[in-house]
């Protein structure tokens, strides 16, 4: 499976972007799906994750009722759609694949990353 992130760019605060994340290889419709995110100098932290058929989304605390993760196993691609943007969210957001008997906040758990796209918050 080969992940490709866009949709990142620069935002003033209190704006909104939203990230895809196209699949493609074998079909992301049998991959649980995550978002996570990078600042410099800071270790990877967990966002937002989808099941395969996307009943069921977790979200870290600082970005619930901001964010939501969403997926179109159609298009093969994945959503995350960001409001109320605050500068503390400024990161590389990476998106990444698990096995369906993985639904998980640990990075160490997927198996598939994308290449990142750049989100920067101006205050």
């Known amino acids: 499976v080969q992940l490709q992130a866009s949709g990142g760019g620069l935002v003033q605060a209190g704006g909104s972007l939203r990230l895809s994340c196209a699949a493609s290889?074998?079909?992301?419709?049998?991959?649980?799906m995550g978002w996570f995110r990078q600042a410099p100098g800071k270790e990877r932290m967990f966002v937002a994750r989808i099941t395969w058929r996307g009943g069921s989304t977790v979200y870290t605390d600082s970005v619930k009722g901001r964010f939501t993760i969403s997926r179109d196993n159609d298009k093969n691609t994945v959503y995350l759609q960001m409001n109320s943007l605050k500068p503390e969210d400024t990161a590389v957001y990476y998106c990444?694949?698990?096995?369906?008997?993985?639904?998980?906040?640990?990075?160490?758990?997927?198996?598939?990353w994308g290449q990142g796209t750049q989100v920067t918050v101006s205050s």
């Open positions: 290889g074998r079909t992301h419709g049998s991959y649980n």
């Open positions: 990444a694949a698990s096995r369906l008997t993985v639904f998980t906040d640990r990075h160490q758990d997927y198996l598939y």
